[in-house]
């Protein structure tokens, strides 16, 4: 069946750093890919997605890219803050007559000052 | 205002209690959905609804029954609740047609049972 593996957690990084957060994926046909992002005592909230193979979601900073060939969704971004500290789920969905999200386990981010 | 939003947001309760969470939207969409989240597994699917006459079952159905009210209106019961249903839920939401796949999720609801 269907689904997401993300990098065990957590990471730990200093402000300004690079971020890097991986996502592969098993999907039988095409879904479209998520980054959902889960502040501290918050819900999830969409952080970024793409619908088809080599399209790129950008939001807040962040980027990830459709990867067929390798079947990856990773995250990045070049320069992450304090704030950025929180949980990031990668997931897939195909929408239609099913539209169910696949999660992976999520990623703990802890972005010290 | 939240377009998606859950009460309680924590309930602290006893093994054998009847538990009801309750999730209300203002964003339209005939699409609604319940998950729990538990460390370390990420979120999982209990029911999803996609009119208010067809109820689903997800992954995780056992022990829970949904209702749903109206369009706007989805509930979530524990008819009998026990520890291991201690978890993190969460409501959700998604339209149709162009855009489906993106669900929009509220607060969520912090749910002990001692």
């Known amino acids: 069946g269907d689904s997401v593996t993300q990098m065990e957690g957590p990471v730990t990084l200093s402000e300004e750093a690079f971020l890097t957060i991986n996502c592969t994926y098993t999907a039988t046909g095409y879904p479209s890919l998520f980054w959902y992002v889960q502040y501290p005592g918050e819900g999830l909230q969409l952080l970024l997605k793409a619908t088809k193979a080599d399209d790129k979601g950008s939001n807040k900073g962040f980027e990830a890219t459709y990867r067929k060939e390798t079947t990856s969704f990773h995250l990045e971004k070049g320069s992450v803050q304090v704030s950025d500290s929180a949980v990031y789920f990668c997931?897939?969905?195909?929408?239609?007559?099913?539209?169910?999200?696949?999660f992976g386990t999520g990623t703990l981010l802890a972005v010290q000052p | 205002d939240a377009d998606v939003t859950q009460t309680p947001r924590n309930r602290i309760t006893k093994t054998g209690k009847r538990i009801m969470l309750e999730c209300s939207q203002t964003?339209?969409?005939?699409?609604m959905y319940w998950y729990r989240q538990d460390p370390g597994l990420g979120l999982q699917l209990i029911y999803y609804s996609f009119d208010v006459k067809d109820i689903n079952k997800g992954e995780i159905s056992d022990g829970y029954s949904v209702s749903r009210q109206a369009q706007a209106k989805f509930s979530l019961s524990l008819e009998s609740a026990i520890p291991n249903q201690t978890a993190l839920y969460f409501c959700?939401?998604?339209?149709?047609?162009?855009?489906?796949?993106?669900?929009?999720f509220g607060p969520g609801t912090r749910l002990t049972v001692l």
């Open positions: 964003k339209g969409h005939d699409r």
């Open positions: 997931a897939l969905n195909y929408g239609g007559a099913t539209n169910k999200l696949i």
């Open positions: 959700a939401t998604s339209g149709t047609g162009t855009g489906s796949d993106t669900q929009y």
